[in-house]
């Protein structure tokens, strides 16, 4: 018999917005948020980009001046393994960025 499994996020997780895939895994009821693959993994090819004051450059603020929309935040957040976005970075922390040209050839971004 299937259970119904309400999960509760708090109003400002980033998670509330995506799309929630119900599965079975060893016969136990699970849910899995968001995609059920990686859009993209880590590569050499990524821009290294250092982030300059604390709070300042959220993942839809890196899109939006990498790629030039603010949508492409979970393609950042999934190269550098961030699992809840609202976290932040810290001054002087270094992440990864994937190209333009990577993620027009994945088909994520026309250029």
Same mark, same amino acid.
């Given at each position: 018999m299937a259970t119904n499994i309400r999960?509760? &996020?708090p109003p400002y997780s980033m998670w509330g917005k995506t799309r929630i895939y119900p599965q079975v895994v060893?016969?136990?009821? #699970?849910i899995v948020f968001g995609l059920l693959q990686d859009m993209v993994?880590?590569?050499a090819s990524d821009q290294v980009f250092t982030v300059p004051r604390a709070g300042v450059n959220r993942l839809? &603020? *890196?899109s939006q001046?990498?790629?030039g929309v603010p949508d492409l935040w979970p393609v950042i957040a999934r190269v550098n393994g961030i699992l809840d976005p609202m976290v932040g970075f810290s001054e002087g922390d270094v *992440?990864? #960025?994937p190209t333009r040209a990577r993620l027009a050839l994945l088909g994520l971004l026309s250029v």
């Open positions: 999960v509760q &996020l060893g016969g136990e009821n #699970v993994a880590p590569d839809d &603020l *890196i001046n990498f790629y *992440i990864q #960025v």
